[in-house]
C-alpha cells in the first residue's frame, strides 16, 4: 500500500478549477499570491490588533462596572423612594441603565461576552442583594439583573454591552491606502524577479535559423548572472557544434565532386551500352547530392544576403517563363499588386526547389501568390501528383528523408531539397508547409511576412 493519502475528486476537481480560472503569465501568478498573501496577512494582523483592544478595553470596563454597580445600587438604595425615579436617569451609562420595574422575563444568560459582565455585577451587589439575571430581546448581549431593594422595591439593571469600542471613520481609508502601497511593492517586486526571465526568453527567440549566438547581458543579482552565463556558453557549444557538423557536411559534398567528375570521364569514353547509362544516371545522382549537400550546408549557416524592396510578381512570373523556355508546364497566378522587403535569392530558391518537386512527380506546377494582409503574402505551389501521406506531411522536411513508395530510382531525389527550401524559409521569417489537395495532388504553401528593413541582416 502507498503512505500516501488518495486525494479525493472533490480536491482534484478544485485544483483543476483553480488551474483554469488562474492567470496564465508568471508575472500575474506571482503578483496574485504575493498580494493575497500579503492582504490576508494584514487582514489578519488588524483583525487580531482590534480583537486585543476590544479585550484590553472589555477588562476595563468589566472592573469598572463592578466599581461603579456597587456605588449606583447603595445610592439608590437609601435614597427615598419618592426620589429614586429622579436619580435613575443620572446613574445611567453607555452600557447600561436603570428602571424601577420588574423588568422583562427570559432565559438565562448564556453569550459568553454578557456573563463575564455578569459574573462583575455579580460580584458587585451579591450577597447583600438578590438578584436574578436573564436575557432579552434586543441584540444578542443584552440583559437585564433583576435585583430587590431593601425596601421590597424592585431594580432592573438592563446591561446593553456595546462590542468593543468604536472604530475610526478613517481606518478603512487608511487599511485601503495600506494594501495599494503593499500592491505596488508586489508588483515591482516580482517585476524585478521576472525581468531576467522575460530576457532569457528574448535572447533564445532571438537565436534564429543561422544559430549566431545572441549573447544575453550578464549583470543583475548573482543567481541571473550565473544563469545567463550558462545560457550564453550553451548558445556558444551549440554554434561551435553545428558549424563542425556542417562543415564536415560541405566538406565531404565538396570532395566529392572530383572523384565523381573524374568517374564520368571515365564512363563517357566507354562503349555505349545500357550498362553505361546506368553509371551515367548513378553519377548524376551522386553529384546532385554532392550539390544538395553543399546547398544544405549554407541555407543552415551561410551569410544571408541582404533584404530589399521586390515585386514578387515580376519575379515568380520570370521563375515561371524560365520553367516555360525548357519546356515545363508550369503557370503562374497574379494576385498581389504590391512589393514586399525580402531576400530575393532566398525566395527564387524555395519557389525552384518547390516547383521542382511539382514537375518531377506531377510533370506540371502551378504558382499562386495571395495577400493576406498589409505585411503577409502567401505563394502556394500546387501539382495535381500522387501527393504525400498524411502522416509524412512533417517527415518529408527532415534532411535526407525519401519516401520510398512514391518515388523510383529514375524520380528519386536526394531528400534535401524540402529541407532547404524549409530553413529558407525560417531565414525571411515564414513558414513552409505542404497540405494534400481535394481531388489528388500537393499544395506547398509558403507564408511569408515583409521584413523590418532593406539590408536587415
Known amino acids: 500500500m502507498s503512505g500516501h493519502p488518495a486525494r479525493g475528486p472533490g480536491v482534484s476537481g478544485v485544483i483543476a478549477l483553480l488551474r483554469r480560472l488562474g492567470p496564465a503569465s508568471l508575472f500575474a501568478r506571482l503578483s496574485l499570491i504575493l498580494l493575497a498573501g500579503l492582504a490576508a496577512a494584514q487582514f489578519l494582523s488588524a483583525y487580531l490588533t482590534i480583537e486585543e483592544r476590544n479585550d484590553a478595553s472589555m477588562g476595563a470596563m468589566i472592573d469598572y462596572v463592578e466599581a461603579d454597580l456597587r456605588t449606583a445600587v447603595a445610592l439608590i438604595d437609601r435614597l427615598p423612594r419618592a426620589e429614586r425615579a429622579l436619580w435613575l436617569p443620572r446613574l445611567a451609562r453607555g452600557g447600561y441603565r436603570f428602571s424601577s420595574d420588574a423588568g422583562l422575563a427570559g432565559p438565562p444568560v448564556r453569550s459568553p461576552y454578557s456573563l463575564r459582565l455578569l459574573a462583575s455585577a455579580t460580584r458587585a451587589l451579591a450577597p447583600g442583594y438578590a438578584l436574578s439575571a436573564h436575557a432579552v430581546e434586543g441584540g444578542p448581549e443584552r440583559f437585564q439583573v433583576h435585583v430587590r431593594l431593601s425596601d421590597g422595591q424592585p431594580l432592573t439593571v438592563d446591561f446593553r454591552p456595546r462590542r468593543g469600542l468604536p472604530l475610526s471613520a478613517r481606518l478603512p481609508y487608511l487599511l485601503a491606502g495600506q494594501l495599494a502601497l503593499v500592491a505596488l511593492a508586489c508588483w515591482l517586486a516580482v517585476r524585478l524577479a521576472i525581468k531576467p526571465l522575460l530576457t532569457l526568453a528574448d535572447a533564445a527567440d532571438s537565436l534564429g535559423p543561422d544559430l549566431r549566438p545572441v549573447r ?6 548573482s543567481e541571473v548572472v550565473r544563469a545567463a552565463r550558462a545560457f550564453n556558453a550553451m ?29 564520368r570521364l571515365r564512363v563517357d569514353l566507354m562503349e555505349e551500352s545500357a550498362q553505361q547509362q546506368r553509371l551515367i544516371d548513378d553519377l548524376q545522382q551522386l553529384e546532385d547530392l554532392a550539390r544538395q549537400g553543399i546547398g544544405y550546408a549554407r541555407a543552415m549557416h551561410g551569410v544571408l544576403e541582404a533584404a530589399r524592396a521586390i515585386d514578387p510578381d515580376d519575379l515568380l512570373d520570370a521563375i515561371a517563363l524560365d520553367y516555360r523556355d525548357s519546356g515545363a508546364d508550369v503557370a503562374f497566378t497574379r494576385r498581389s499588386g504590391a512589393p514586399v522587403i525580402t531576400r530575393p535569392g532566398a525566395l527564387r530558391r524555395i519557389v525552384t526547389n518547390l516547383v521542382d518537386n511539382g514537375i518531377k512527380y506531377a510533370g506540371q506546377a502551378e504558382i499562386v501568390m495571395e495577400r493576406c494582409g498589409g505585411a503577409v503574402i502567401t505563394i502556394r505551389v500546387l501539382d495535381r501528383g500522387p501527393g504525400i501521406p498524411e502522416a509524412a506531411l512533417e517527415a518529408v522536411f527532415e534532411p535526407f528523408y525519401r519516401l520510398e513508395s512514391s518515388r523510383s ?3 528519386g531525389g536526394t531528400g534535401l531539397g524540402l529541407a532547404i527550401a524549409r530553413q529558407l524559409a525560417l531565414t525571411l521569417a515564414g513558414t513552409l508547409t505542404l497540405h494534400q489537395r481535394p481531388g489528388g495532388g500537393l499544395e506547398a504553401r509558403l507564408v511569408l511576412r515583409t521584413l523590418e528593413a532593406p539590408g536587415a541582416p
Open 409 to 411: 530510382r529514375d524520380t
Open 216 to 221: 544575453m547581458p550578464e549583470q543583475g543579482p
Open 235 to 263: 548558445q556558444r557549444r551549440i554554434a561551435a557544434y553545428v558549424d563542425e557538423r556542417l562543415r564536415i557536411l560541405a566538406a565531404i559534398s565538396h570532395d566529392l565532386q572530383t572523384p565523381i567528375t573524374r568517374m
